[in-house]
């Protein structure tokens, strides 16, 4: 059997020495609590912040005002912030975010129910992605979860290729 994606990330990060946070609006937690279900974890996860008001995007993550009145919190330019601040405040190697409209209301023509933006932060870089999703609220928050973690996943992989880490 395959080791669950959370699971590769924990293991990743304690064999390179790297840690990891997590930032989320509308998976309100979901993603902090799937990568905590990865057994050792602990050597590697520093903590997360569930920032679902923009007050608490711009308290704990240093989100600008100006972004979010110009883009709104569901953009890139959030997701961006997000991922820059959710890093520098719990000084990680790693943050993955997500920022997004889950519904069933809340959505708009230019930002429809399902959009959801995903943030991750990888030891300097940050990337941005724009996801669409259908389904119910539910179905909405876990894909997002699912997409953040592989992500995330692929971040590490990456800078643990770079860094000259054999896997």
């Known amino acids: 059997m395959e080791a669950k994606i959370e699971e590769k990330i924990a293991k990743l990060?304690?064999?390179?020495?790297?840690?990891v946070s997590t930032a989320e609006s509308c998976t309100g937690g979901l993603v902090a609590g799937t990568l905590i279900n990865?057994?050792?974890?602990?050597?590697?996860?520093?903590?997360?912040y569930i920032t679902y008001s923009n007050e608490a995007k711009?308290?704990?993550l240093a989100v600008s005002e100006d972004t979010l009145n110009a883009y709104g919190a569901v953009s890139h330019q959030t997701a961006y912030e997000m991922?820059?601040?959710?890093?520098?405040?719990?000084d990680s190697d790693f943050a993955v975010?997500?920022?997004?409209?889950?519904?069933?209301?809340?959505?708009?023509?230019?930002k429809p129910v399902g959009l959801v933006y995903i943030g991750c932060y990888a030891k300097g870089s940050t990337k941005t992605y724009e996801k669409h999703y259908s389904?119910?609220?539910t179905e909405i928050r876990n894909q997002a979860v699912t997409d953040a973690l592989a992500l995330l996943y692929h971040a590490v992989l990456e800078v643990c290729e770079t860094?000259?880490?054999?896997?």
């Open 97 to 110: 975010t997500t920022t997004g409209i889950a519904g069933p209301g809340g959505g708009t023509k230019q």
């Open 38 to 48: 990865a057994p050792g974890v602990s050597a590697v996860y520093k903590e997360g």
């Open 135 to 137: 389904g119910s609220r």
């Open 163 to 167: 860094d000259g880490g054999h896997l």
């Open 13 to 19: 990060c304690e064999k390179h020495h790297l840690t």
């Open 58 to 60: 711009q308290r704990l």
């Open 83 to 90: 991922a820059e601040g959710c890093a520098k405040a719990a």
